[in-house]
């Protein structure tokens, strides 16, 4: 399936619920961005920052694994998520 826009967000969406209803991540999550509680319903459809939650979610293979598991998602999913929000520039390395 291809990683529309439209689905991006869906999944960026869902990732925040999974965030927010995790009592660890969530202070994790909340403390790695700055945002606030209040942050998570004015900003959620905001595509910088359903990125920030799709970044921080596939910082760890661990959470990326629980999430799609819960959602029934390949685990490829929230990073192709990521790549297809705007602001996902080729990363260079060298």
């Not at 969406?13 to 319903?41: H, I």
Request: proline share 5%.
């Amino acid at each position: 399936m291809d990683m529309t826009p439209d689905r991006a967000e869906m999944v960026a969406l869902m990732a925040l619920g999974w965030l927010a209803g995790n009592d660890e991540l969530a202070p994790l999550f909340l403390g790695s961005t700055g945002a606030g509680v209040d942050d998570l319903r004015a900003r959620a459809t905001d595509p910088a920052f359903q990125a920030s939650v799709l970044e921080f979610l596939t910082m760890d293979d661990a959470w990326v694994v629980a999430f799609c598991d819960q959602h029934g998602l390949s685990y490829e999913e929230p990073l192709r998520a990521r790549y297809a929000l705007p602001g996902a520039g080729e990363v260079h390395w060298t």
